[in-house]
């Protein structure tokens, strides 16, 4: 089997059965999540639930990520801190206005949109690989994240890491043969399409899901959320 028949293989079966597996998987945690139920808040209104909602989400996507002195969790681990907010917003950009990934955007849903300059993209991809890099090594030499981290930790970063390596290299044009990168970027993609039902990294799902909820109850309790 040459590169080219591997390259057909990776863009039809392999990726076709990679996000079926997906979508089943996470549909499945969610159906689970939903079963478990939730008790009836019986508590007054004090305030806005959605006025709780609004800044729970801005707390949380942009606020406690990159300025980190509203949050007690910096003086912790300060690297853990600006690093892992660097990365989640670098990933966002990358498959949210990259051309390659709008494309496929177009392709699963028929809607498309304007994507940012080529030179904006580059520089958040870098970004977040050296981001992912900073993470593993301060997991590495860390004394208490050293002994908390087991195999799941290592695959999580590495199936997130192989898909942004290979997409880098290949909207470069470095090193490799077109058909070669392109294949091995896909291969890592549907990788890691199987891998996140399994691993935490399918808290993506839940973390709108909890955001919404915390910050409906600090709203009506008007608290801070």
Request: glycine share 8%; no cysteine; proline share 5%.
């Given at each position: 089997m040459?590169?080219?028949?591997?390259?057909?293989?990776s863009?039809?079966?392999?990726?076709?059965?990679?996000?079926?597996?997906?979508?089943v998987?996470?549909?499945y945690?969610?159906?689970?999540?939903?079963?478990l139920?939730?008790?009836?808040?019986?508590?007054?209104?004090?305030?806005?639930?959605?006025k709780?909602?609004?800044?729970n989400y801005l707390?949380?996507?942009?606020?406690?990520?990159?300025?980190?002195?509203v949050?007690?969790?910096?003086?912790?681990?300060e690297?853990?801190?600006?690093?892992?907010?660097?990365?989640?917003?670098?990933?966002?950009?990358?498959?949210?206005?990259?051309t390659?990934?709008?494309?496929?955007?177009?392709?699963?849903?028929?809607?498309s949109?304007?994507?940012l300059?080529?030179?904006?993209?580059?520089?958040?991809?870098?970004?977040?690989?050296?981001?992912l890099?900073?993470?593993?090594?301060?997991?590495l030499?860390?004394?208490?994240?050293?002994?908390?981290?087991?195999l799941?930790?290592?695959?999580?970063?590495?199936?997130?890491?192989?898909?942004?390596?290979?997409?880098f290299?290949?909207?470069?044009?470095?090193?490799?043969?077109?058909?070669?990168?392109?294949?091995?970027?896909?291969?890592?993609?549907s990788?890691l399409?199987?891998w996140?039902?399994l691993?935490?990294?399918?808290?993506?799902l839940?973390?709108?899901?909890s955001?919404?909820?915390?910050?409906?109850q600090?709203g009506?309790?008007?608290?801070?959320?």
């Amino acid at each position: 089997m040459n590169w080219t028949e591997i390259l057909s293989f990776s863009r039809g079966p392999l990726l076709h059965i990679s996000m079926i597996i997906f979508v089943v998987g996470m549909s499945y945690r969610l159906v689970r999540v939903v079963l478990l139920g939730w008790e009836r808040d019986r508590a007054s209104n004090k305030g806005s639930k959605l006025k709780g909602v609004v800044i729970n989400y801005l707390k949380g996507l942009i606020i406690l990520p990159f300025i980190p002195w509203v949050g007690r969790t910096f003086r912790r681990n300060e690297l853990t801190f600006i690093a892992g907010g660097l990365f989640h917003l670098s990933l966002f950009v990358v498959l949210a206005f990259g051309t390659a990934h709008i494309l496929v955007w177009k392709s699963l849903f028929g809607l498309s949109w304007k994507p940012l300059p080529t030179p904006v993209v580059s520089f958040f991809s870098s970004v977040g690989i050296i981001s992912l890099i900073i993470l593993l090594v301060n997991r590495l030499t860390h004394p208490v994240l050293k002994l908390l981290t087991r195999l799941p930790v290592w695959i999580n970063w590495v199936v997130v890491f192989l898909p942004m390596i290979t997409g880098f290299i290949m909207a470069r044009h470095l090193w490799f043969k077109y058909e070669v990168i392109f294949s091995l970027h896909l291969i890592s993609v549907s990788l890691l399409l199987i891998w996140i039902p399994l691993g935490r990294i399918s808290h993506f799902l839940f973390y709108f899901f909890s955001r919404t909820i915390h910050g409906a109850q600090a709203g009506k309790r008007a608290i801070m959320p």
